[in-house]
């Protein structure tokens, strides 16, 4: 949009692959990762400081989620019901609370695993 060149970016080749590094290892979600990366070119910082300016880190930390998890469950026992009952299309309004609930920081795939593990109790 702005017609720049490679020679205008404010960032290095380095930070690019840093930034690469966290979301391949599950620190940044690939939305994340855009965020971070207009942040880059619009600051010319590197990654982490760019995730701290823009408050972004994904959450793994499966006790942290647990309780999310936990909390959506509680406040919504129809849709556990349903799920329980077969209704496994249900799933995907519980990922979409968790992920609300924490802001889009959940790691997709801690939640996806913990939700099954939950909602089968």
């Known amino acids: 949009e702005e017609k720049s060149t490679v020679g205008d970016l404010k960032f290095t080749p380095a930070d690019l692959a840093d930034m690469v590094r966290r ?3 599950g620190e940044l979600s690939g939305a994340m990762g855009k965020q971070v990366f207009a ?5 010319g910082k590197y ?3 760019m995730v701290q300016v823009v408050g972004l880190t ?10 999310l998890i936990a909390k959506v ?4 026992p129809g849709q556990v019901e349903q ?8 799933f995907g309004f519980f990922v979409g609370q968790v992920m609300k609930a ?3 920081k959940a790691n997709p795939g801690v939640v ?3 939700l099954k593990k939950m909602l089968a109790g």
């Open 23 to 25: 979301i391949d290892a």
């Open 39 to 43: 942040a880059m070119y619009e600051r």
């Open 112 to 114: 996806n695993d913990l």
């Open 58 to 67: 994904q959450v793994s930390d499966s006790g942290a989620l647990v309780k």
């Open 73 to 76: 469950m509680a406040d919504n």
């Open 102 to 104: 924490s802001q889009g």
């Open 83 to 90: 799920y329980r009952s077969g209704k496994d299309k249900v």
């Open 47 to 49: 990654p982490s400081a």
